[in-house]
């Protein structure tokens, strides 16, 4: 059984920033693609960033700028770093993992998923 846990969520002005970390103790996220979603109340899951396995990554068009993801195999850990935090950036992140190629977890969805950090920017 595959367990992410993200943390780092809080609640922030706008113009903040944030880290949020996800961590799997027993996954290797080195053979991975991995991605950072989020959902809004009354809002569908949307895509922020993700990233393959080689390291290719890609990000939303209303993150570009202000966001990176990164990860840290050697921890087991990704990241999302965020700044110039907006009030619509407000939502539940969560993490996601598949062993999949990324395309592939793309289009049928992600096997692997966290249980969300809440973000709150005002």
């Known amino acids: 059984h595959v367990q992410l846990v993200e943390s780092g969520g809080g609640s922030v002005q706008a113009g903040g920033s944030l880290r949020l970390s996800c961590s799997s103790g027993?996954?290797?996220?080195?053979?991975?693609?991995m991605g950072w979603f989020r959902q809004a109340p009354g809002k569908e899951r949307e895509g922020v960033a993700v990233?393959?396995?080689?390291?290719?990554?890609q990000y939303a068009d209303f993150v570009k700028g202000r966001f990176t993801i990164s990860h840290d195999n050697a921890k087991n850990t990704l990241y999302l770093q965020m700044n110039g935090l907006k009030p619509e950036d407000t939502a539940m992140y969560y993490c996601?993992?598949?062993?999949?190629?990324?395309?592939?977890?793309?289009?049928?969805?992600?096997?692997?998923w966290g249980q969300g950090t809440q973000v709150t920017v005002s």
């Open positions: 027993g996954y290797n996220f080195a053979s991975a693609c």
């Open positions: 990233i393959d396995a080689a390291g290719k990554i």
């Open positions: 996601a993992a598949d062993a999949s190629p990324l395309w592939r977890a793309l289009n049928r969805g992600f096997t692997h």
